[in-house]
């Protein structure tokens, strides 16, 4: 039962388990797609909260980047047609499709869609790439179908390989798994039409 594994958490256990698993994430992020860091601010503004911007024009359709904002992972995926289909498909098998009980930031309200993304480029999609259960980075497995840890019907997403608890291709939790919310969405704003900043949007910095 979904109940049964979420447990209290130790609050020293989670710092480190997110600590060492958004230093283990983005190392292995780096191996799947190259770090953005044309636009990266320094490091010592990174550690203090500053906005992150990420250029898009290599960011190819169905492909997903990771840059570092506030010492965690977040994901920009240029999601395709059928990805956004998936998104679609996927809303009776997540646990909270509107995003009712958001994780530690509240849900953008530009992003309360269908596709939790800004209405004027759906496709895109930004996410803070910390499972909600004990905080590992999930894995992108956007490919659709049965595969292994997957079900057979797997419509695209992310797989947490700490204990098996999965995201759709928008972030929401799939039903009775550990993790029991959805991936947060950060504040995030288009400087361009191939230019993204996370962190920050018409109100002002998150
Ligand atoms: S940390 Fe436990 S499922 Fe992700």
Request: net charge neutral; proline share 12%; hydrophobic share 40%.
């Amino acid at each position: 039962m979904k109940t049964d594994l979420v447990k209290p958490l130790d609050r020293q256990r989670r710092t480190w388990l997110i600590a060492t698993m958004v230093a283990g994430g983005i190392a292995g992020a780096t191996t799947l797609v190259p770090f953005v860091d044309s636009f990266a601010p320094p490091e010592s503004a990174k550690a203090g909260g500053a906005p992150v911007h990420v250029d898009l024009t290599t960011l190819m359709p169905g492909s997903m980047t990771t840059v570092a904002w506030r010492g965690k992972p977040v994901f920009v995926v240029n999601r395709t047609a059928n990805m956004l289909a998936a998104v679609v498909k996927a809303d009776p098998m997540v646990a909270d499709p509107h995003t009712d009980h958001p994780f530690s930031m509240p849900l953008p309200a530009y992003c309360r869609n269908e596709y939790r993304s800004r209405p004027e480029h759906p496709n895109i999609l930004v996410l803070v790439g910390v499972c909600t259960h004990l905080g590992c980075t999930p894995i992108p497995r956007f490919q659709p179908g049965a595969q292994p840890s997957l079900p057979d019907n797997w419509p695209g997403g992310f797989l947490c390989p700490c204990h098996g608890s999965t995201y759709d291709l928008a972030g929401r939790v799939f039903k009775d798994k550990p993790a029991p919310q959805n991936l947060d969405v950060p504040r995030f704003m288009f400087a361009s039409s191939t230019g993204v900043i996370i962190g920050k949007d018409e109100h002002g910095e998150a």
